[in-house]
């Protein structure tokens, strides 16, 4: 054997290595997905959506109830998972609560469905095991290989679920903390709602076609953030909902939410929470049943 043919040996073997571990790895954690995703499947009702919807408590709503939203979460990625779960053998979820407000059309969006940004990557190792892993909108093939693809491997998926604050009376820096971070990002990134209602409609079309009740949810905003909103994002959010008059809409954006049951801007606290939901729930028996 020639010197240069050792040396090929000896540059492919710790390629060779590290490209088995890293797809043993990759289709050990698709096993595990499935097998959690099986038992989301079970129960009767999912709430999905980002960061807001995290807030509302399974154990306030009468039917088996899974909290399934995550932080941040685009409506790209909140349809893969649904995919996902309508594609489990006898699948029980009949009700979809889907959370819908102004920031969901907030130039973040735009941001957190884009791998040249930190909050694309961020949105990659959160979602990398619920969506098509090539030849899709989000990852690009050159991206396959990238290094926050093999980070997003190893760190295995965020499963959401539910955010219990007992944190109350937020102060108008933490506030402004929670607005900035949705609608200061970069102007480049200013049109987010085309694609989200892209995905709204897709969502809505697999609930349909699986006989599942799809219901819009809009939880409060403190005030001292809701003022701050643009109206525009108000429209979006307006021309969004109206697109589907079959859709159950509980929106309490006007609810007159006391500072003491919101734990930031845009985020109730557990007390506000219970109150929210436990309404939710009476809506549900009453109009939903």
């Known amino acids: 054997m020639t010197d240069f043919l050792k040396k090929i040996i000896y540059f492919f073997i710790p390629i060779v290595i590290a490209t088995v571990v890293v797809s043993g790895v990759y289709f050990f954690t698709i096993l595990k997905v499935g097998y959690k995703l099986k038992e989301i499947a079970q129960y009767k009702v999912l709430i999905m959506g980002d960061s807001q919807m995290q807030r509302l408590l399974p154990e306030s709503i009468d039917e088996p109830t899974y909290n399934f939203a995550s932080s941040g979460e685009h409506y790209y990625f909140t349809y893969y998972k649904l995919l996902r779960i309508c594609k489990v053998e006898n699948f029980r979820v009949k009700k979809v609560l889907l959370g819908i407000s102004a920031h969901n059309f907030a130039p973040i969006y735009t941001a957190l469905f884009d791998l040249n940004t930190p909050e694309g990557k961020k949105s990659l ?160 028996n009453k109009h939903l049943k």
């Not at 499963?159 to 933490?174: D, Q, T, Y």
């Not at 209602?197 to 219901?215: A, G, P």
């Not at 109206?231 to 959010?237: D, M, P, S």
Request: aromatic share 14%; with cysteine.
């Open 125 to 284: 190792k959160s979602y990398l095991y619920f969506i098509p892993i090539i030849g899709y909108e989000f990852i690009k093939s050159n991206e396959i290989f990238s290094k926050s693809m093999i980070q997003s491997i190893f760190l295995g998926p965020d499963w959401g679920g539910v955010i219990r604050s007992k944190h109350l009376n937020p102060s108008e820096s933490l506030i402004n903390i929670s607005f900035n971070m949705h609608y200061k990002i970069n102007s480049e990134h200013a049109e987010s709602f085309q694609i989200q209602n892209l995905y709204i409609r897709k969502i809505y079309d697999l609930c349909k076609t699986n006989n599942i009740q799809l219901v819009f949810v809009s939880t409060p905003y403190h005030r001292g953030y809701k003022m701050q909103v643009e109206k525009k994002y108000f429209e979006l959010l307006a021309n969004a909902v109206n697109q589907y008059k079959d859709i159950e809409y509980l929106n309490f954006l006007n609810s007159d939410i006391d500072s003491t049951q919101m734990a930031d801007g845009n985020h109730l606290n557990y007390f506000g929470a219970q109150i929210i939901t436990q309404s939710i729930n009476d809506h549900l």
